[in-house]
């Protein structure tokens, strides 16, 4: 099981909710996925002067479209999605998980080493993986990404193996 940057938010709930009902989750990778405090510190230091003002006046328009049922364009829809996330993020209690979860993050990526996942978890592994947080899930980068995968998923499938015998 995986996500990448807000799906790997959504992935870390889901293997808890799965391993609580007694489901086993042989691999939790998050893709240059921030646990939800070590997000709010990047967030913060990236910060600029104006974008609450930007957040703001954005919201608007969202209301704006919304309330007369139309569609909202391109751009505005993407900020609507990117507020929706963080506001979910910020919203978001995560507990301590029992399995292991493995970190791609992306060479480009700031805060750290393991984005905040280890006080969540014991066993943290984390895999470097080439770019930034866009470009590791393109070409050429995510060649490099499906390689250190196509590993993960191998190791956890014998480790599986090996415990049924």
Known sequence: MGGYSFGGIVAFEMAQQLSK?????????LFDTYDPLEFLKVMATEAKPWDGLRRSIMRRAVRYYQRRGKLLPPKLRHFYIIDTYDNAIRNYAARPYDGPVTVFKALGSTGVEHMGWAQWSQ???VRHVPGD????????????LAT????????AVSKRAVEAV
């Open 133 to 144: 947080h866009y470009s590791m899930i393109k070409e050429p980068d995510v060649r490099t």
């Open 21 to 29: 009902s007694g489901e086993e989750i042989a691999l939790l990778a």
């Open 123 to 125: 066993n943290v592994d």
């Open 148 to 155: 250190a995968l196509g590993s993960c998923i191998d190791l």
